[in-house]
């Protein structure tokens, strides 16, 4: 004799109840943070990172470089980081996650290659070396802005929204229409048709549907 489970009660439903609040919170905040972080990392990667002079002769020439000139990095991890933030919701279970890791990951990359890079001497040296058509030249006089720093704080945005991911991930949509959000698939309305309309049998056929087939009588059975 098997055992009857217990009625559920409020206390019961109450955690369910949150974690569902909690992610749909969740996927608004993601989908901002990880849109915001990757705009701001193309943006400010587009910017300048350094400044220096080059010596030709006795006069100084000003040079600069951009982010994506330092370090292609957070450029490219930003456009991935996106990619991932859309697959999220193409995909569920494990594959959820896996997708939910490069995001993250998207994000520490763009992060740290934004710090490390922040520097840019190596890529006014190459400058410098182009301009003065000397291998060795060197830039002088180097300065960095804040540009490199911005990137960096993007790319901290596309994380936490991988960390979202990773943590309320499972409870989010999926893309697709097939399920309710119960899950329970959903059925499909076949429309009437009139066998004196040709059109009606027309649209039958471009639907898939047999139009000599009576609807009526397959819901009967």
């Not at 899950?183 to 499909?188: K, L, M, N, V, Y």
């Amino acid at each position: 004799m098997s055992a009857v489970p217990p009625p559920r009660t409020d206390a019961d439903a109450e955690p369910e109840a949150r974690e569902r609040r909690g992610g749909r919170r969740s996927v608004a905040v993601a989908l901002l943070l990880g849109a915001l972080g990757a705009t701001v990392v193309l943006l400010a990667s587009g910017r300048t990172w350094a400044r220096g002079t080059a010596a030709i002769g006795s006069d100084a020439l000003q040079l600069t470089a951009d982010g994506r000139a330092v370090t292609g990095l957070p450029a490219a991890l930003a456009i991935v980081g996106l990619a991932a933030l859309v697959a999220v919701f193409a995909v569920r279970g494990r594959s959820r996650l896996l997708v939910s890791g490069l995001l993250a990951l998207s994000g520490l990359g763009g992060a740290l290659s934004a710090l490390f890079g922040a520097d840019g001497r190596r890529a006014l040296d190459a400058q410098a070396a182009r301009t003065t058509a000397d291998s060795a030249a060197h830039v002088a006089g180097l300065t960095q802005t804040t540009w490199p720093y911005v990137t960096a704080a993007g790319a901290v945005l596309i994380l936490a929204a991988g960390l979202l991911a990773l943590r309320f991930g499972r409870s989010w949509p999926s893309m697709g229409g097939r399920y309710e959000r119960d899950g329970s698939p959903r059925t499909r309305t076949v429309a009437a048709v009139d066998p004196d309309r040709p059109e009606d049998l027309w649209k039958a056929l471009d639907r898939g549907e047999d139009p000599t087939t009576d609807p009526g009588a397959d819901r009967a059975h």
